[in-house]
């Protein structure tokens, strides 16, 4: 039997994809390298922007046609499109077998397993429960890097941010326990990995679900008893939860990498208050510049949505600024898009497709700016990255990340794949350095 796993969306979801085949790997099942050579296809998916629902739409397209040639092929939808939809999924796109929303996912393999038992007549099955279970277990050998590795540390969110659909498609806040997590890197670490980045989609707001404050700060210290494991990293910060306490951390525990996204979404009081972000413009710079009074030099990442309902170009020009304020040194950029259900979807998207487009160019056009001028502080420089291995663009050389996820291109032999190694940065653009390694190899 052959399964292959199609993923759109956020890291949480290649996480949860990368849980999803190693649980299929582990039942005998082998990896198909397209639908056509698959017995289960499965699609797990993203609901984030209506640009995301549309590529799984147009992918449901093409294998319908598949289905009609061979009926016998599973086809499941899973995640946050499935959660969202439902039956509804079933009734526009005949050609998907089962729905298993995000709360389901731990029991994807049992359901495809039940599904294809019960031949034909079982077809045609959704599965969207309210409420999160536990986190599936995962086998931990089966992962995309050997050094690197994803660690979910809670699943959901209780922020209800108004243009935000994660809420109601992955359920309320739900942190694992700190002992699990634990657990999980150690075993990871055991089975040779060295960096690992714990993920939520509030991590700073790490165990409030259970009560508790400053959990986050706290396994992020028992993670530095792990020997063998070298850095550590963390996303999403909200900044509203975000304080002296991470700060301190970053600069206090030696495994900690120099790195936070720490998402704005905007730079206009107006538009934060409308998103229900819970902090001012003001209050996020303060932030800013309290983390490197703390931390020093560290690499902040951002999020932004541009054409937020009522967004004017003053609104807009706050941003911009905000952009040139904060020396980020990237941004992920979208045009807003409207999510059904939430609370942002009851104002009218009144902002102009054609502004949204030029205004999300405008942004990035600063942001590269911004970015080169970030990247171009390493020149001379002699720094520590993590060797990821061949380079995608020009396989002849190596790709490697340093602690502030700056991608670094340099020479050398593939053996030193998973090796740190210190690198003299001799070129910068807006999106990578270059350099070359140091004599004694770091
Ligand atoms: N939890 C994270 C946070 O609060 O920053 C990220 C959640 S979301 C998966 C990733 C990004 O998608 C958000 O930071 C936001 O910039 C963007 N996003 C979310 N909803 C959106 C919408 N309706 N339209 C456009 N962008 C959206
Ligand atoms: Fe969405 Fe806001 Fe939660 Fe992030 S913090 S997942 S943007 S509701």
Redesign the pocket.
Known sequence: MKVCVYTWGCQMNVLDSEVIEGRFAAAGYETAESPEDADVVILNTCSVRQHAENKVFSFLGKLGELKLRRPDVTIVVAGCVAQRLGADLRKRYGQVDLVVGTSRLGDLLGLVGELRGAGRGGAGRVHVEEETPAYPERAVSHRASRFQAFVSVMRG?D???A??I??YVRGRQASRPAGEVVDEVKALVDDGVKEVTLLG??VTGYGRDRGETGALVRVLAELQRIEGLEWVKFV?S?PRDTGEDVFRAMRDLPKMCKYLHL?AQSGSDRILTLMRRGYSRQEYLDKVALLGEIAGEVSIASDFIVGFPGETESDFEDTVDLVRRVAYKNSFIFKYSPREGTAAAKLADDVPVADKKRRNNALLAVQQVQSLAHNRLFLGRTVKVLVDGPSKKDSARLSARTEGEEIVIFDGPTALAGQFVMVEITGATAITLSGRPTADGG
């Open positions: 969110c922020n209800f941010c243009y935000c994660v809420p989609q509030n999403t909200h998402p």
